[in-house]
């Protein structure tokens, strides 16, 4: 401190330069931190030519990784509702009205808002996401790893 004040005698003159000091301090971590953000939104949410081909479009510009699941390029999957359950296989139609068959084995995974669930409780209504192969005999049809049952949308407020 007191080479500081050899250098610099004006109280004044040190309080103002402390003040400059610490705002280009709180400028700098700033600047790091929006700069991290941004990298990450980038990487967090490519666009749809750059997500899993087939997998279909959630409406936020980008499909989740399930990298425990699928190996790149080897992707298969649908986004819909079920419009029908006759186990091992069901019936579900995505919101451009295009109907998949979801064939499920003792392998596939299917998780709910609580965490993994049994295939019995796919019911007729629920919206679902679907990873999977296509099946060998149709292109219509998905032999199914994963799926994922959506929660409800909640209801939106009536437009006056």
Do not use: C, W
């Not at 479009?57 to 499909?63: K, L, M, R, T």
């Not at 990298?67 to 451009?96: C, E, K, N, Y």
């Amino acid at each position: 401190m007191q080479t500081i004040e050899r250098y610099i005698p004006s109280k004044t003159l040190r309080v103002i330069l402390y003040t400059l000091a610490t705002i280009f301090a709180v400028l700098f971590i700033f600047g790091i931190g929006a700069q991290f953000g941004a990298r990450h939104a980038r990487f967090t949410f490519r666009p749809e030519p750059l997500s899993m081909p087939g997998f279909g479009h959630f409406g936020f510009g980008g499909a989740p990784e399930f990298p425990h699941l699928m190996r790149p390029g080897d992707g298969h999957g649908f986004v819909g509702q079920i419009s029908s359950v006759a186990l091992p296989t069901i019936t579900a139609v995505s919101h451009d009205g295009a109907t998949s068959t979801i064939l499920l084995t003792n392998s596939t995974i299917v998780r709910g808002a609580r965490g993994n669930e049994s295939s019995t409780t796919l019911s007729h209504g629920d919206m679902i996401v679907v990873l999977g192969e296509p099946h060998s005999s149709s292109t219509d049809e998905i032999d199914a790893r994963f799926i994922r049952i959506l929660p409800p949308p909640s209801p939106q407020p009536a437009q006056n």
